[in-house]
């Protein structure tokens, strides 16, 4: 699997390339600021890109999808239920003071089918809880569950996303990471929206708020 991360000031949100070593197709994930180290990214993996998946509609995780639209043209996937927050792309910026480019149309909304690139497939999975729309991008090999989770603002390494944003919700998190991600495996890697990678075996066992919440 190609894989290419970037991240930049100020929300150091992660944007990645996911691309097939065989056929060079390839997805771009959450393209916020970093939108043209990634776009830098795919010319330097000589990769095609299929596809620009959203892990859901905050504001850091889609600053850089009109850019990278423009340079590559593909359609662009969010779940239906952050469609509000993507739509008011420009008020989530002045909340945070940005100013903010308002991102193209949706194209797509995940449904249950996986989408593939080269000998990879996408599965999705509903996560709501940090936003209403939030999804989990399970990838690997085309038949397999793939061992690799983009979770968005989920679930971090030692932590979890917030829940004070509209549309949060503390026990829908919970109840999404614990009943929607972990049964995912706990050898899977975990690719947060934010800081390191992590597995689901480490956050089952340490991850001091998922602790707390399975004490009861
Ligand atoms: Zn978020
Ligand atoms: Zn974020």
Redesign the pocket.
């Given at each position: 699997m190609i894989y290419e991360v970037r991240a930049v000031a100020p929300f150091h949100k992660n944007g990645f390339v996911i691309g097939c070593e065989r056929t060079h197709e390839a997805v771009v994930i959450d393209p916020g600021d970093e939108a043209g180290d990634l776009l830098a990214a795919v010319r330097d993996s000589d990769v095609q890109v299929t596809h620009i998946l959203l892990t859901?509609a905050?504001i850091?995780?889609i600053t850089g999808v009109a850019q990278v639209k423009d340079a590559l043209a593909v359609p662009v996937y969010l779940h239906k239920d952050d469609l509000p927050l993507y739509e008011h792309a420009v008020q989530q910026g002045q909340m945070f003071g940005f100013a903010v480019r308002q991102p193209p149309p949706v194209d797509a909304y995940y449904d249950l089918n996986p989408i593939y690139f080269g000998d990879y497939e996408v599965r999705v999975h509903h996560t709501p809880g940090?936003?209403p729309g939030g999804v989990c991008l399970q990838i690997g090999r085309k038949g397999t569950g793939g061992a690799d989770l983009f979770v968005?603002?989920t679930l971090f390494a030692g932590s979890i996303?917030r829940t004070d944003?509209p549309g949060g919700n503390y026990e829908v998190l919970m109840h999404s990471i614990t009943t929607v991600l972990f049964p995912l495996g706990d050898e899977a890697v975990v690719h947060p929206?934010h800081g390191p990678d992590t597995t689901i075996g480490r956050e089952r066992a340490t991850n001091p708020f998922v602790l707390e919440y399975l004490r009861g």
């Open positions: 859901h905050h850091d995780h940090h936003c968005g603002d996303g944003l929206g």
